[in-house]
T-cell receptor
Framework: KNEVEQSPQNLTAQEGEFITINCSYSVGISALHWLQQHPGGGIVSLFMLSSGKKKHGRLIATINIQEKHSSLHITASHPRDSAVYICAAPSGGGADGLTFGKGTHLIIQP | ETGVTQSPTHLIKTRGQQVTLRCSSQ?????VSWYQQALGQGPQFIFQ???????GRGNFPPRFSGLQFPNYSSELNVNALELDDSALYLC????????????FGPGTRLTVL
């Protein structure tokens, strides 16, 4: 079964700062998900990536399959980026669901 | 194209009761996964349905059961509710597997008293 670890658990930064959230996993996979969850529960899929880098607006996700590591970056952070960011990987071991990290609670202060 | 919807949004039950939660998958998606998210925790995989068959299960007891219908909508049933079942229940639809992008519903907040 995949184990997914995220860091940091909590992050407070000033508006405009460059943000990095890290994710590592234990079982080799071919795709990893980055998700965003706002207070109240709704989860939005930000990226699904299997290699290299993806960019969407101010969000960039990278993955290194060999090192079993992924990062989510936010450039020019804004208070509306405040949310919980979660990485998730296929569980493996016969269970075809996702294993989630515990999430990074990000607060961007104006 | 409609997104993933869940009903009800909130629900209060008492210990020992049974509950049914519903999920309508995104148009064109034949796979639905259910997750339980306790307060302050990451979601935990309950099970997945693909073309009306259970296609994988996490570490949840048999009193958690499900169904998927021919239109790929899905139900999660929980019998003999316990206090620890209080959580946000999320469903996600996708095209076949977790290697494809997952589209999440808004969740159902279940409180067991």
């Amino acid at each position: 079964k995949n184990e997914v670890e995220q860091s940091p658990q909590n992050l407070t930064a000033q508006e405009g700062e460059f943000i990095t959230i890290n994710c590592s996993y234990s079982v080799g996979i071919s795709a990893l998900h980055w998700l965003q969850q706002h207070p109240g529960g709704g989860i939005v899929s930000l990226f699904m990536l299997s290699s290299g880098k993806k960019k969407h607006g101010r969000l960039i996700a990278t993955i290194n399959i060999q090192e079993k590591h992924s990062s989510l970056h936010i450039t020019a952070s804004h208070p509306r980026d405040s949310a919980v960011y979660i990485c998730a990987a296929p569980s493996g071991g016969g269970a075809d669901g996702l294993t989630f990290g515990k999430g990074t609670h990000l607060i961007i202060q104006p | 194209e409609t997104g993933v919807t869940q009903s009800p949004t909130h629900l209060i039950k008492t210990r020992g009761q049974q509950v049914t939660l519903r999920c309508s998958s995104q148009s064109g998606h034949n796979t639905v996964s259910w997750y339980q998210q306790a307060l302050g925790q990451g979601p935990q995989f309950i099970f997945q349905y693909y073309r009306e068959e259970e296609n994988g299960r996490g570490n949840f007891p048999p009193r958690f059961s499900g169904l998927q219908f021919p239109n790929y909508s899905s139900e999660l049933n929980v019998n003999a509710l316990e206090l620890d079942d209080s959580a946000l229940y999320l469903c996600a639809s996708s095209s076949r597997s977790t290697y494809n992008e997952q589209f999440f519903g808004p969740g159902t907040r279940l409180t067991v008293l």
